[in-house]
């Protein structure tokens, strides 16, 4: 036995060996059975490359199908035993391994279809070819017609008997005279079912309207030929769709005498494009139409006539990752296809329809000129359904979702815009809590576009050198003197001009790019911090604080980074002040307090930011490693009245008492007035910042602050 082919040419040879083997024995040719495998070698290849052309191209496979009838291969079963070694054999040895073997089965069955549609159209034409030479050759001699005709009359009597296609022959008023087997096969086998009936018996509700109208003209020899699509009934009531051809067929004074009918049967490629079509088209989980076709009705009701509207709900169920990674993404798949079946219950009235555009986001889309009320009701009637319980595995999941609505009239939006604002929508709801649906904002929209758009911009605008610090002074309460600042980070940006960090931290901190920011920040400042400590001196009081963000504490190089950038500006540690929230620290384990702690103990001080705000206990201070608490703001806000809350006097006294005694300092912010400044010094605070010492500026400010009080 020898052994299979190892190279692509081998492989392709042997597939051409098999497809002669086949054919030869019903072909017409002269050819040796090797001189043949040499004809269709070429052939075999222009079929494996549409196999594996990046796109489909029906054309090769339809000029393949021609060439067999230009190499004598007209008897049927010539085109059945091709067809069937396409079949069985292309993939096998012209398909790539690395390849879905589905997709590559589906291309060859749409390639067989090509193919026969080639054969039958090349057949088609041969036919018609002869006809054409045989009347030629009547008008150039008569005694040569006679033979002429008899060997046409053969001809066309073989190729209308062993065509694959259907044939059919009618007078003027339509009554069917012959018709070859392909056609009587086509229409159950019957001959009864096609000859002696009227042609124009075969109507069909799907015809095309100028059907009939090209029919007419051709029977009033206004026409020669014409071509449609169109559907049949057989006997069985099953409905056969073809490819029509009906040519006139004159006699010798050029008067219409027949009509000649060739059928080629689409049935099987309709259906398959059918299929195709709906796949591509629908949700394979659940369905449901998917993204593309949801966006071909969406763009279809946004450019409906005037008076028209749409509704658009945008549904994102509220914990399904949990459900994904807790009981696995089959029990996710199965709640997925119970809520697309509520939901499918939601959209049956005329204008409405729901889609998957996948994972758990789902759109239900209404139309008409009354759509304001209809889409809050169909928003309503989804909630509704989304409250019983989903059952799998035993186990009742509560399904909860969150709801964008975006509604308006037609020919103002496109469906990217409106997608887009239903998006925004459906995530304003569940930041809001979920379980709920909210109505689209313009103005919201505008925002969480802005955000979206600065966070795009961050990583771009840091290596551009976008952002830059500002420094608000610390004073000490007691003789009035700038001990350091706080380093405040802002963005200069080119289109939104100076941004504040409440405008872009929180967005750096969701993208991990608060990271590298605030080692740039960190970096930036310490360096001031040793500029101050050169113009006053080594004994200088002057600290640099600097916030951490609670994704900066857990990212391992924290205590790495402040070390090397110690040592890379030459900063002693007691120069830095690191701040962190009150909330970052609330129940934190031993894990996240260990790189404060290590800091800590080289010497840099660790400030509670913000306290006051959270729900820490305060005997929780003696394990944290802080040296300083940061009284928040809020705190001295009730000291701009006066007299000043007693309670919250008595709460800063306390707070400031307790803190002294654990050696720790008291800095409080938002000072704007003296009045706040002296309570605050009678009450045994120790340093202030705030708007009554100065606004944040350039660093150059802190130092002219510095030479007021060192004059003062």
């Not at 026969?116 to 070819?129: D, F, P, W």
């Not at 934190?588 to 103990?601: G, N, Q, S």
């Amino acid at each position: 036995m020898s052994a299979e082919p190892d190279g692509p040419e081998d492989r392709l040879r042997r597939f051409a060996t098999i497809w002669s083997r086949a054919v030869f024995p019903v072909t017409s040719t002269s050819s040796t059975r090797p001189e043949f495998e040499e004809q269709l070698l070429p052939l075999a290849r222009r079929l494996s490359e549409a196999l594996r052309a990046r796109t489909f191209d029906a054309d090769e496979a339809k000029a393949v199908g021609a060439a067999l009838v230009a190499a004598h291969c007209t008897d049927p079963d010539a085109l059945t035993r091709s067809l069937d070694c396409v079949d069985a054999y292309l993939v096998l040895y012209c398909g790539e391994e690395s390849a879905p073997q589905d997709d590559l089965r589906t291309r060859a069955s749409r390639l067989q279809h090509a193919m026969a549609a080639g054969y039958a159209q090349a057949l088609r034409e041969r036919t018609l070819a002869e006809q054409e030479a045989i009347a030629q050759a009547a008008l150039r001699a008569q005694g040569v017609v006679a033979q002429a005709l008899h060997a046409s009359e053969a001809r066309f009597r073989a190729v209308f008997e062993g065509a694959a296609i259907g044939i059919g022959i009618a007078d003027l008023e339509g009554n069917v005279l012959q018709s070859n087997g392909a056609l009587l096969r086509m229409f159950g086998g019957s001959e009864q079912g096609v000859r002696g009936r009227r042609f124009q018996e075969w109507t069909h509700p799907d015809d095309a309207p100028q059907t009939w109208r090209l029919y007419e003209e051709l029977v009033r020899g206004e026409r020669e030929h014409y071509h449609v699509e169109k559907a049949f009934y057989r006997p069985d009531g099953t409905v056969l769709w073809t490819n029509l051809t009906v040519s006139l067929l004159r006699d010798a004074d050029g008067n219409p005498e027949y009509q000649l009918a060739l059928m080629e049967d689409t049935t099987e490629r309709r259906l398959l494009n059918l299929r195709l079509r709906y796949e591509a088209t629908h949700d394979a989980l659940t369905g449901l139409p998917n993204r593309t076709l949801f966006f071909e009705r969406l763009e279809k009701a946004l450019s409906a006539g005037e008076g028209q509207r749409f509704g658009l709900c945008y549904l994102d169920l509220d914990g399904f990752k949990t459900i994904n990674d807790s009981l696995g993404h089959a029990a996710g798949d199965r709640l997925l296809v119970e809520v697309a079946d509520r939901l499918q219950s939601c959209a049956t009235a005329p204008g409405e329809m729901v889609a998957r555009l996948g994972g758990d986001e789902f759109v239900a889309l209404t139309t008409g000129p009354d759509t304001e009320a209809e889409v809050d009701e169909l928003a309503a009637r989804i909630m509704n359904v989304l409250l019983a319980p989903v059952r799998i595995d035993g186990r009742e999941l509560t399904v909860r979702g969150s709801i964008g609505i975006v509604e308006g009239p037609a020919g103002e939006r496109g469906p990217a815009e409106v997608l887009r604002s239903a998006d925004i929508t459906m995530y304003r709801a569940k930041s809001a809590g979920g379980n709920r649906f909210e109505l689209a904002d313009p103005e919201a929209d505008a925002r969480a576009i802005t955000r979206h758009g600065l966070t795009t911009a961050l990583p771009a605008a840091l290596e551009r050198g976008e952002f830059f610090i500002e420094y608000q002074p610390l004073v000490h309460l007691g003789d009035g003197t700038v001990r350091g600042a706080e380093a405040l980070v802002r963005w200069l940006h080119p289109q939104h001009g100076v941004l504040g960090p409440d405008q872009f931290i929180p967005l750096a901190e969701h993208t991990g790019l608060i990271v590298p920011l605030g080692r740039w920040v960190l970096e930036q400042s310490v360096r001031q911090a040793r500029d101050w400590r050169e113009l006053y001196g080594d004994g200088s009081p002057l600290r640099i604080n600097v916030n951490l963000s609670p994704c900066q504490l857990t990212h391992p190089g924290l205590v790495q980074d402040t070390v090397d950038i110690l040592e890379r500006t030459g900063v002693e540690p007691d120069a830095l002040c690191l701040e962190v929230t009150e909330s970052a620290l609330i129940g934190a384990d031993d894990d996240l307090l260990k790189p404060l702690r290590r800091l800590a103990e080289m010497g840099v001080d660790i400030a509670l930011d913000d306290f006051g705000t959270g729900y820490s206990n305060l005997a929780n201070l003696r394990r944290l490693p802080v040296s300083i608490l940061k009284l928040d703001r809020s705190f001295t806000q009730s000291m701009q009245q006066f007299p000043a809350d007693p309670v919250d006097l008595k709460i800063v006294e306390g707070i400031v008492s307790l803190a002294h005694s654990l050696n720790l300092a008291v800095t409080v912010e938002g000072v704007e007035t003296g009045a706040q400044a002296e309570q605050l010094r009678i009450l045994g605070c120790d340093t202030a910042q705030g708007w009554y010492y100065a606004r944040p500026g350039p660093p150059e400010r802190l130092h002219e602050l510095a030479l007021v009080d060192a004059t003062g």
